[in-house]
């Protein structure tokens, strides 16, 4: 979260009438153990599922440029190629991470959140 999305949150009341007042709320919330919990799982999970799909994109792409007669193999007596299912594969594979990183984020991220602002922003 950045500071301007802590500052000016959506909805968020605070008794900060002035940027002073607002700053102190951003160091109060930068400071509490757990926006750190926050940061750290956050960043760690979404990193994970960057670093996953790149493995999985740039893996086709690789075979794609270094294993062709692989991917071109017919599936059973059709014209369809391994490659359609397994690019097609890929595409699933990014709608669920994707799917993995918002249901995680309602959850657990989103609670964590509330719980920070409930502290830091009421005081």
């Known amino acids: 979260m950045t500071d301007a999305a802590i500052a000016h949150r959506p909805g968020a009341r605070t008794t900060a009438d002035t940027p002073q007042q607002l700053d102190a709320v951003t160091a109060r919330i930068r400071a509490n153990p757990k ?38 193999q017919p599936i059973g007596a059709g014209v369809t190629t391994l490659g359609v299912p397994i690019g097609m594969g890929v595409i699933v594979f990014t709608v669920v991470i994707t799917g993995l990183y918002v249901r995680r984020a309602n959850a657990e ?8 602002l409930e502290e830091e922003v009421k005081q």
């Open 35 to 72: 926006y750190q919990e926050l940061r750290r799982k956050r960043n760690g999970f979404g990193w994970a599922l960057c670093l996953a799909m790149l493995v999985v994109y740039y893996g086709y792409i690789a075979l794609i440029a270094f294993n062709k007669p692989f991917l071109s």
């Open 109 to 116: 991220f989103d609670a964590l959140t509330r719980a920070i």
